[in-house]
């Protein structure tokens, strides 16, 4: 038996979740949150065997991913995306994940790949045919653009040159097809990275 805890800002999508996770004969327990200090205060009373984290509600950054993982390196953490999300190997490789579900699916679906989960199975072989067109390194550049760091900053951040930086970002331009910085701020966002 184990206790579920889901992140997501997406009211009818954690709701959704709850009753999916709720009806399954292994799970003792499922508590839902809506932001870091609830998850914080919940987690001090009963350790989560899962948590799943909503990264298309947008509001997931590296910051709660650090801490949800740092914290919790014990709790199984499934992320809720996009089938379009370029970034499952960014999250493989910075946090581990191995496991996804897609907000796009129907219930039965993320029925079907949750139990796979609480049972032991990763789901990253899912994903695999999206593999990310960015390298991790490209990942972590456009989270800095995305947030409004210069050239400059992202460069002393990194401790690499600004020709470096900017280096990255052409190459990022040219394999999105994308215009400007604007257009890659708009990327991040769309593709779940942010």
């Known amino acids: 038996m184990g206790c579920v805890f889901i992140y997501s800002k997406n009211t009818l999508f954690r709701e959704s979740l709850e009753r999916i996770v709720s009806a399954d004969d292994f799970i003792s327990s499922v508590v839902s949150v809506d932001n870091m200090k609830n998850l914080r205060d919940v987690t001090f009373?009963?350790?989560?065997?899962f948590i799943i984290v909503d990264l298309y509600s947008r509001s997931v950054d590296d910051n709660i991913l650090n801490e949800i993982v740092g914290v919790y390196n014990d709790s199984v953490i499934v992320i809720a995306t996009t089938i379009d999300n370029k970034h499952i190997n960014y999250y493989h490789q910075m946090?581990?994940?191995k496991h996804y579900i897609c907000?796009?699916?129907?219930s039965e679906n993320i029925k079907e790949i949750l139990q796979k989960v609480f049972s032991g199975f990763s789901t990253k072989d899912k994903f695999k045919a999206k593999d990310s067109v960015l390298t991790n390194r490209e990942c972590e550049i456009l989270k800095m653009i995305a947030i409004g760091n210069t050239s400059k900053e992202i460069a002393e951040l990194l401790c690499?040159?600004?020709n470096t930086v900017d280096t990255h970002r052409n190459k990022m331009l040219q394999k999105l097809n994308l215009a400007n910085s604007a257009s890659l701020v708009q990327y991040a966002y769309k593709s779940g990275l942010f």
């Open 103 to 106: 907000v796009e699916d129907t």
């Open 160 to 162: 690499i040159s600004k």
């Open 95 to 97: 946090y581990g994940i």
């Open 45 to 49: 009373i009963n350790k989560p065997k």
